[in-house]
Nanobody, 122 residues
Framework: VQLQASGGGLVQDGGSLRLSCAAS???????MGWFRQAPGKEREFIASINWHFGDTVYVDSVKGRFTLSRDSAKNTVYLQMNSLKPEDTAVYYCAAGYQRVGVPDLNNWPYWGQGTQVTVSS
């Protein structure tokens, strides 16, 4: 599985961005996850979607503001981020794992894309 993340950028407090994660290489049986890593902090799990079943998981800090979707024709998962806050500033990574439901443990995610920077200005 190869993953390509894109869509990051600079946005003002309250703004929106949509991140994309393009997947190739037999991804349909995987769960796709999004993580982020702020400066000086550990990489943290924020959301996941099961490609086949569509099950989604969101951590409390993004619930109600971030939404996952998938486009099978484009082999792409999207993370729509609304009502962005300065504390959302981080490098965002997409990942793929075999579990049906996304879990925070990085060891459960064998495939990673490169990061994309999201900066929210106050």
């Amino acid at each position: 599985v190869q993953l390509q993340a894109s869509g990051g950028g600079l946005v003002q407090d309250g703004g929106s961005l949509r991140l994309s994660c393009a997947a190739s290489g037999g991804f349909s049986r995987y769960t796709m996850g999004w993580f982020r890593q702020a400066p000086g902090k550990e990489r943290e799990f924020i959301a996941s979607i099961n490609w086949h079943f569509g099950d989604t998981v969101y951590v409390d800090s993004v619930k109600g503001r971030f939404t996952l979707s998938r486009d099978s024709a484009k082999n792409t998962v999207y993370l729509q981020m609304n009502s962005l806050k300065p504390e959302d500033t981080a490098v965002y990574y997409c990942a793929a794992g075999y579990q049906r439901v996304g879990v925070p443990d990085l060891n459960n995610w064998p495939y990673w894309g490169q990061g994309t920077q999201v900066t929210v200005s106050s």
